[in-house]
């Protein structure tokens, strides 16, 4: 299985990115997938969960602001942010929930005036 992200970029405090990530070498629609995002120097952490069936779970720091979705057709998740703060600077992973496939390169996200 191949997972690679992409959308990230430089943006100002209080703007937005639309990450996607697209899976390839697996069937895709009975998986709960996940965006996890890792900060320097810190552990990586848990973002967001987008459930194979309806539902969603988010980090209480960023409920509100990021918006998780999925097209089953193109094999892709994504995660739009809304009103970025400093600190969701960090490179962000998806994968799938439970049993990880291997990581993907990331795609890195700067919030900075």
């Known amino acids: 299985v191949q997972l690679v992200e992409s959308g990230g970029g430089l943006v100002q405090p209080g703007g937005s990115l639309n990450l996607s990530c697209v899976a390839s070498g697996t069937v895709f629609d009975i998986h709960s997938m996940a965006w996890y995002r890792q900060a320097p120097g810190k552990e990586r952490e848990w973002v967001a969960t987008i459930y194979s069936g309806q539902g969603f779970e988010y980090l209480e720091s960023v409920r509100g602001r990021f918006t998780g979705s999925r097209d089953n057709a193109k094999k892709t998740t994504y995660l739009q942010m809304n009103n970025l703060r400093s600190e969701d600077t960090a490179v962000y992973y998806c994968?799938?929930?439970?049993?990880?496939?291997?990581w993907g390169p990331g795609t890195q996200v700067t919030v900075s005036s």
């Open positions: 994968n799938r929930l439970r049993d990880p496939w291997n």
